[in-house]
């Protein structure tokens, strides 16, 4: 359960920026947010008056929200019928209006146009997801309990990794401990079609195989309908492994990558994993409040310098280096160029520098941190060495 304080301090933080944007007051319904800002991702409707206490308008489950949320006033909703006079009893007859216009379906946004003629509709993702951006003590100790989870990676990859199993029968043991963890299994995405199931485990040129998803990595996937992740390929002596997965714990996600191979790798795979570790540690060192994600990933291009295959090989190259997370794996801050936001203690990034060679392989690793009052802290732990079984 997300403690109260945790909620009215993000709700303030939440309508300071609503009222700071001239807005009114929000409609809240995309799951994640709902949660953020509830407690409860039962299918509601979240009024958040700039000026006001919150309401939760549930279309199912009223009873299990009831539960889990802390907010006050809780109520049913039983038809969109209904939408305009739940937001008049929260004060917001007309007005301005936020919406999650980043992830809000075009019909459902139509719907809400056609029955909230009197106000006027806006756009409130930016703001709501800078806010989320700076995370609390409490959220920082259930990332840090993701984190945890992913630390026993190398112990784990090496008691079940032998050769000749495929990519998917590697990631099913390594799912299955995880599961035992308490890992949730989704992993949300803010990004349309952008879904992930745990993370990702290829081997050899399935690593470098590219696809629809904006990551370095993205692999094969067990078919054509799901053409991402694992697949049923063999897992060959010598090729590099990647092994990029998310702990989650209550919703919250840490992020970390370790490279794995059976006997020995090609001298190319260890250059360029060394080269990674040092992009990753010298970003990290330079990292912290005031910095721009901007020029941290200009940081490592310089580092990376001419080097063939770094986050992605010719056109299919991805321009940023790292990301934020949270509840979803793509939140703020972005390392990536004109992010110039600048990082504020209690922001949590993912570093991931990588090299991908087309038809051979890829190698990289990935570490999560939060930004402190002189820097950041390193979350995940697990050996960073390329580890050769």
């Known amino acids: 359960m997300v403690p109260r304080e945790e909620i009215e301090n993000r709700t303030r933080a939440f309508q300071e920026a609503l009222s700071a944007e001239g807005l009114d007051g929000a409609l809240i319904v995309q799951d994640v947010d709902l949660f953020y800002l509830s407690g409860t991702a039962q299918n509601a409707h979240l009024v958040v008056p700039a000026d006001g206490e919150p309401a939760l308008f549930v279309r199912k489950t009223l009873s299990r929200a ?13 038809s969109l019928r209904d939408l305009p006079s739940a937001l008049a009893s929260c004060g917001l007859d007309g007005g301005r209006l936020g919406l999650e216009l980043d ?6 946004f139509l719907q809400y146009q056609h029955r909230l003629e009197r106000s006027e509709l806006a756009d409130c993702s930016r703001l709501l997801r800078a806010v989320r951006a700076r995370k609390s003590p409490w959220e920082l100790e259930q990332i840090r309990r993701a984190a945890g989870m992913l630390s026993r990676i190398d112990r784990w990859t090496a008691d079940v990794l032998r050769e000749g199993m495929t990519e998917i029968e590697l990631a099913a043991e390594i799912e299955r401990l995880l599961r035992r963890e308490g890992h949730q299994g989704i992993i949300h995405f803010r990004g349309f079609n952008q879904e992930m199931f745990y993370g990702s485990v290829l081997a050899g ?32 002596r010598g090729e590099p492994i990647i ?8 919703g919250y996600l840490a992020d970390q990558t370790r490279t794995f191979s059976l006997g020995p790798v090609e001298d190319k795979f260890h250059e360029a ?45 991805v321009s940023f280096v790292g990301h934020g997370f949270g509840l979803e794996i793509d939140e703020l801050p972005l390392l990536m160029p004109g992010a110039d936001e600048p990082l504020a203690e209690g922001m949590v990034f993912a570093l991931e520098p990588k090299f991908i060679y087309p038809g051979e392989g890829a190698v ?20 960073e060495e390329l580890i050769e079984l």
Not at 211 to 225: H, K, Q, Y
Not at 243 to 250: P, Y
């Open 273 to 317: 994993y060394e080269a990674a570790r040092e992009i990753l540690h010298t970003v990290a060192a330079e990292a912290g409040p005031g910095r721009a994600p901007s020029a941290l990933y200009d940081r490592s291009v310089e580092l990376a310098g001419d080097r063939e295959g770094f986050m992605g090989a010719g056109e299919e190259r």
């Open 66 to 78: 009831r539960e889990e949320t802390s907010l006050e006033r809780v109520e049913p909703l039983r």
């Open 205 to 236: 040129p399935s690593a470098a195989v590219p696809g629809a998803t904006e990551t370095p990595i993205v692999g094969p996937g067990p078919n054509v309908a799901v053409s991402k992740g694992a697949s049923s390929r063999p897992i060959g």
């Open 364 to 383: 990289g690793v990935e570490n999560s941190y939060v930004v402190t009052a002189d820097g950041v802290e390193q979350l995940t732990t697990a050996p």
């Open 103 to 108: 992830v809000l379906p075009a019909a459902q």
């Open 243 to 250: 092994i990029d997965l998310c702990g989650t714990w209550e």
